[in-house]
């Protein structure tokens, strides 16, 4: 028999609150495939990536701007002006969050974020801070999803069972890590979507 699922676990960016570089690189560079080409082989996903899993950005702007000092200043605007690549709240979700914590459902955080970054989140988003039990900072940890090991330390330093959480990330590759685990999971794409399936798992009121 299946244990009851009990829990909520929130991924952070593009579910609760948007991110994404084009926000800020549109205004700096207005040449979409320019734009794009910046994006791809200059500051890249994986270039980002390693400032969650821990480097500061000042090293990572520092090694960077050395191999390309032609861009130094489009380089360092990653970090100068990251808020501007999160433009706002996604709309819906918070208010979800919202009433499962009025419903007394436990939540909890796994997400992609540099130690630094996320500070600054939390400053500008009050309900990061306010609304889970625990949020696993993969800057903190050294880990980064889809690998398992910070999924494992979430259940570890809260006593959770796997089969008891409900998972929720925007990243397909995160969301298979989460089954694979024992996890239910939803690959978010809406708030509606997701407040449909909150309700089928009686977590969440149907109106």
Known sequence: MN???TTVVFDIGNVLIEWNPDYLYRRLIPDAQERKIFLETICTPDWNLQ????RSWAEAVETLSRKHPE?????????????EMVPGEVPGT???????KEANVPLFAITNFSSEKFAEAEIRFP????SFLDVVVSG???????????YEILCERNGLSAQSCFFIDDSEPNVATARRLGMTAHHFKTADALRRELETLGLLSAD
């Open 3 to 5: 244990a009851p699922v």
């Open 140 to 150: 903190h940890e050294r880990q980064v999803k889809p690998g398992s090991r910070i």
């Open 71 to 83: 861009h130094s200043g489009l380089i360092a605007a990653y970090s100068e002006h990251w808020q």
């Open 94 to 100: 918070p208010a979800i969050l919202r009433e499962l």
């Open 127 to 130: 309900f990061l801070a306010d």
């Open 51 to 54: 400032q969650d899993m821990g």
